[in-house]
């Protein structure tokens, strides 16, 4: 039978590689926006020479690869912002726990120095 796992699942990429993949899904974007932008603009340039038809179809496929393209963009920034605030929350862990052993170290030289 199936049924809910009773917490979400969760796969943990390290960081460095989840960040690489980001970058490569925002090159894409970008390169995909680059592209049919170019080819929109050779197409509008020469469209005297093409049915009226023709034009437009293209036009609809060059909006679906930009489409495509943003969608690239917006799941590369996803996974950078995943990364970038990982990194902080590490930090801020990272920091209370440097903040707790002081405070500990602290309290244990304090209480050393009342029995003294």
């Not at 080819?39 to 609809?60: I, K, P, T, Y």
């Not at 930009?66 to 690239?72: D, F, Q, S, T, V």
């Not at 912002?81 to 707790?100: L, S, T, Y």
């Not at 500990?104 to 030289?109: E, G, I, P, Q, T």
């Amino acid at each position: 039978m199936l049924r809910p796992p009773s917490a979400p699942l969760r796969v943990t990429i390290p960081g460095r590689t989840h960040h690489r993949r980001g970058l490569v899904l925002v090159a894409l974007g970008l390169f995909q926006l680059w592209l049919w932008g170019t080819r929109v603009v050779n197409l509008l340039g020469a469209s005297e020479s093409f049915s009226a038809a023709f034009v437009a179809v293209h036009l609809v496929l060059y909006a679906a690869a930009i489409g495509a393209g943003l969608l690239l963009l917006w799941l590369g920034g996803l996974q950078l912002r995943e990364v970038r605030d990982a990194d902080a929350g590490a930090e801020a862990a990272a920091a209370r726990q440097r903040v707790d052993a002081g405070t500990r170290a602290k309290v244990s030289l304090n209480e050393l120095l009342r029995m003294a």
